[in-house]
């Protein structure tokens, strides 16, 4: 699996959810929604979920195994630190940052 692609689609501030994110893999899938949250010890990664019928969330679209997980995580964290270094004032959109050499 290659990431080839991830777009920080808007920012939150002084809430527990600090981005909302789009990953597109191998240059084939794309992956909405993906949320960026402030776990109580560490920023996390959360997929894209709904309500089923008896009020659980349930994950729309995920990674499989663990090393999947910790590529997709890293790599969206990764843009997520990146933007808000390059970032000079506050937006809710934002450009795409290239993560081909991640």
Not at 33 to 61: C, T
């Amino acid at each position: 699996m290659q990431i080839t692609n991830v777009k920080i689609r808007r920012l939150y501030q002084d809430q527990r959810l600090k981005a909302l994110v789009s990953v597109t893999v191998d240059e084939a899938l794309a992956i909405h929604d993906i949320k960026v949250i402030q776990g109580p010890e560490r920023l996390f990664v959360a997929m894209p979920s709904r309500r089923d019928e008896g009020g659980a969330f349930r994950d729309i679209a995920h990674p499989i195994t663990a090393q999947a997980r910790e590529q997709l995580e890293g790599c969206v964290l990764r843009a997520y630190w990146d933007y808000l270094d390059q970032r000079l004032e506050p937006v809710s959109e934002a450009p795409a940052v290239n993560v081909n050499h991640l």
